[in-house]
């Protein structure tokens, strides 16, 4: 049984920073490419970025793009999402995701899931 579970989340004003955790237990997260997504209210679950097991290669979609850094730290089983210069349209629960290998941005091609951590603009 994998486990995914997120933190970091909070409320923050815009142009502020927040990092992101996700912990994976159960299984050898070195094996896994993981992943963020987020969800607002009343849209659909959308990919913000990933990173394959190495560490070597990542994804970002474009609307987080040079504001956003992923990241993994294999030997504490945990990846992070840090995320600078945030703007209110960035308010969502983030998501964490687990997949075998490869890197993947659509939702359906990942097969763990964390419970979600709320992030809220303040201003």
């Known amino acids: 049984q994998v486990q995914l579970v997120e933190s970091g989340g909070g409320l923050v004003q815009a142009g502020g920073s927040l990092r992101l955790s996700c912990v994976v237990s159960g299984r050898t997260f070195s094996n896994y490419a993981m992943g963020w997504f987020r969800q607002a209210p009343g849209k659909e679950r959308e990919f913000a970025s990933a990173i394959v097991w190495s560490g070597g290669d990542t994804a970002y979609a474009d609307s987080v793009k040079d504001r956003f850094t992923i990241s993994r730290d294999n030997a504490k089983n945990t990846v992070y999402l840090q995320m600078n210069s945030l703007k209110p349209e960035d308010t969502a629960v983030y998501y964490c995701?687990?997949?075998?290998?490869?890197?993947?941005?659509?939702?359906?091609?990942?097969?763990?899931w964390g419970q979600g951590t709320q992030v809220t603009d303040s201003s």
């Open positions: 995701a687990a997949r075998g290998f490869a890197i993947a941005t659509m939702p359906n091609e990942y097969d763990h």
